[in-house]
T-cell receptor, first 115, second 109 residues
């Protein structure tokens, strides 16, 4: 596709449930990033991939969060035992490479609500 | 102290005026700096990036970087109501970007 695609656009889940959020990056982009954004705050870094490997996962808040990118394209962010504090917009971005001088393009985000 | 600091605003300017948005960062080794615009309910979109000290101009936008002062700014000339949005400053280290919480700009007709 022309841009970064995230599905679903909205997800409502009950506390304690498991959720998966999907990101389909721009074709040819080797770097993929996950952020989450709470109301009134800037995006908070979670993890980024260069190819299939997680190059930096220092932003994952705890072991309930996990992300994969098995074929170096689509990525899935997985959240176990969801908590109300996990409610946020989860943003995915991709760029041609991971270098500091390359532009990253954001998807429209998945709004996760944990009730 | 946050790694990237921005005034939350709101900043209000009349149409046609210059809007000045400021950002400071704590990591002196930071190399690349980005300004994003985010409309309510939408995802961030890149406006400009800057790597070298000094000014970089692109249309109505000018980014200014002063690494010695750890300060980066964005000037918007001839502000339009369509510029009303939240402006996010980001500092990138390899693949990881650290964002400020944004400054909300309102341009009044």
């Amino acid at each position: 596709g022309a841009g970064v695609s995230q599905t679903p656009s909205n997800k409502v889940t009950e506390k304690g449930k498991y959720v998966e959020l999907r990101c389909d990056p721009i074709s040819g982009h080797t770097a993929l990033y996950w952020y989450r954004q709470s109301l009134g705050q800037g995006p908070e870094f979670l993890i980024y991939f260069q190819g299939t490997g997680a190059a930096d996962d220092s932003g994952l808040p705890n072991d309930r969060f996990f992300a994969v990118r098995p074929e170096g394209s689509v990525s899935t962010l997985k959240i176990q035992r969801t908590e109300r504090g996990d409610s946020a917009v989860y943003l995915c971005a991709s760029s041609l490479t991971q270098g500091g001088y390359t532009e990253a393009f954001f998807g429209q985000g998945t709004r996760l609500t944990v009730v | 102290q946050k790694e990237v600091e921005q005034n939350s605003g709101p900043l209000s300017v009349p149409e046609g005026a210059i809007a000045s948005l400021n950002c400071t960062y704590s990591d002196r080794g930071s190399q690349s700096f980005f300004w994003y615009r985010q409309y309510s309910g939408k995802s961030p979109e890149l406006i400009m990036f800057i790597y070298s000290n000094g000014d970089k101009e692109d249309g109505r936008f000018t980014a200014q970087l002063n690494k010695a002062s750890q300060y980066v700014s964005l000037l918007i000339r001839d502000s339009q109501p369509s510029d009303s949005a939240t402006y996010l400053c980001a500092v990138r280290d390899a693949g990881k970007s650290t964002f400020g919480d944004g400054t909300t700009l309102t341009v009044k007709p």
